[in-house]
């Protein structure tokens, strides 16, 4: 097998994991590498080792630009990367460098999006939407991002000018392996006729959701319920809750759902049944184009 | 310290936590026993030497009838006593013997109550509704009962007619320790006027609760809020969606919170900015005097 020997290097840095594509300078992905090293396991004199780790395979004494986005531009990251504040444009034109000594690499971050009022961050997001907005330039509408924290945003004019997160991805997480719902869900099952009654159940009482819940569990105690439904079910009853929720951001308009394969399909299918008609891009595609077109804006820059 | 020597002994063995009560034939309170060895702990099995153990303080050659009521009569518990289906007489009439071999206690359990349609179950409430009642027995109107799982319970002529339960304390446990909120929720703190706000604020948009509970967070990394205002916040938020869905409930109705200290007084708080005018009453002492009214019940029946 040749050895990659990449231009430059994009890197998303998350909570939990860590993924790294080999790039070349006309954007085209040569490799990929991933590793479980999320921000949330290291200190911040962790990060340059774990990157030097997880880029051994394509290190060479040439010393190449990283560029990467997520949760190591965080207070509790590798660099504060000081959050822009909307309305601001999509695309960073200023990216912050990280202190490393190892020579064999330059790593700079691009900073994440706050939103004074209501209050709200986003660190990794903004650079999907730059990416989806660096092919798509005149998108005027709202891009839904499910996820962990699922986030609409509001776009317009290449600004982002409005968004708002959701806990509902982590709320799913908590809830089905933290609570005695644990008992009636399987981890993988799914049924999409359970899902759709959740949902339409959810959107018209969503203040129900707590009770939805033992309602829940109740149906695995008396009715054998099996865990597929019962997961459904749980997931139906967040969407719904949370598609009542961020009706303003959706309602009339145009819709991208920027995510990975599974939870953007079921977003899709609950925005469906809404009368939507939202279109998909894939959330890694979407990062690696964000971070190429903050690479070409901040070499245009001065 | 004279040795305790109950007449019988009352026990609320619950998913976490066992209590023991020795009592003495007029209902009177001997000494309390207390363990964490909770339903979720033991197999079949061990509940018998987890008894003996706890009870060895109390006991003798000459044996002792024990009552329990709580999660040791579930299927995955002591014995299985069948659920009484509602609507169903607040006192059960019958109880069911748990296997033992020690001859030193001989243990009956409280049957659970179920609820059809919508699914619902409860294991160790109804014996506090029936010590509620047994003191206040033309008492109709709506019981709360906060803890893990809220129940929330119509009362009408000595009958459970109807209930509902709301997973909200666990909602609030995973959320506050297996999310991103766990960084900005201190675990004892506390702000009375925050959870005002949120309850208000919750009761006006109950299908906000996972966009809320992200700003809670948001508001922790921009603007410094602190432990107890987040952990207020939480509260506030979920507190604030359960009553806004169990209004029908408690909307004009005599309520009465059945629990313990620091929930009953917030549950209460709630209720009183909404006009509401509930009671308290203590839930261990309920228990106590629902075992008792219990056990007397089922002494003076065939």
Redesign the interface.
């Known amino acids: 097998m040749p050895q990659i020997r990449p231009d430059w290097i994009a890197v998303d840095w998350g909570t939990t994991n860590v993924r790294a594509w080999a790039m070349t300078d006309a954007g085209d992905v040569l490799g990929a590498l991933n590793s479980t090293d999320g921000m949330c396991k290291l200190s911040r004199d962790e990060f340059e080792p774990a990157l030097a780790k997880l880029l051994a395979p394509w290190m060479t004494d040439a010393p190449v630009d990283v560029l990467a986005c997520g949760m190591l531009g965080s ?1 509790q990251g590798w660099v504060e990367a000081p959050y822009r504040a909307t309305p601001c444009a999509a695309l960073a034109s200023e990216t912050v460098q990280a202190p490393s000594v190892d020579p064999r690499f330059s790593v700079r971050v691009v900073p994440g999006v ?1 939103q ?1 009022k ?4 986003m660190r990794g997001e903004e650079t999907q939407i730059a990416g989806y907005l660096a092919k798509n330039p005149k998108f005027d509408g709202v891009l839904c991002l499910p996820g962990t ?2 986030k609409w945003v509001h776009i317009s004019a290449g600004e982002i000018v409005s968004f ?5 991805g ?2 799913f ?3 089905s ?5 644990r008992h009636s869900i399987d981890p993988i099952g799914w049924d999409d006729a359970a899902f759709d009654d959740a949902l339409a159940d959810a959107l018209s ?7 939805r ?3 829940v ?3 695995g ?3 054998g319920q099996s865990g597929g439904v019962a997961r459904a079910r749980l997931s139906g009853a ?1 969407i719904g ?2 598609l ?3 009706k303003p951001y959706w309602l009339g308009q145009q819709i991208v759902v920027i995510g990975a394969s599974f939870l953007a399909r079921i977003y899709m299918r609950a925005l469906e049944a809404q009368g939507g008609a939202p279109h998909f891009a894939d959330a890694a595609e979407m990062t690696i184009d964000g971070l190429t077109a903050v690479r070409q804006n901040a070499k245009a820059g001065p």
């Open positions: 207070l706050r004074n209501p209050a709200d961050v924290h699922t708002q997160t959701f806990l509902t982590e709320m997480a908590a809830l392996t933290h609570t005695v719902l009482r969503p203040d129900r959701l707590a009770a819940l033992f309602t569990r109740a149906e105690v008396l009715n967040l809750a949370e009542a929720a961020a």
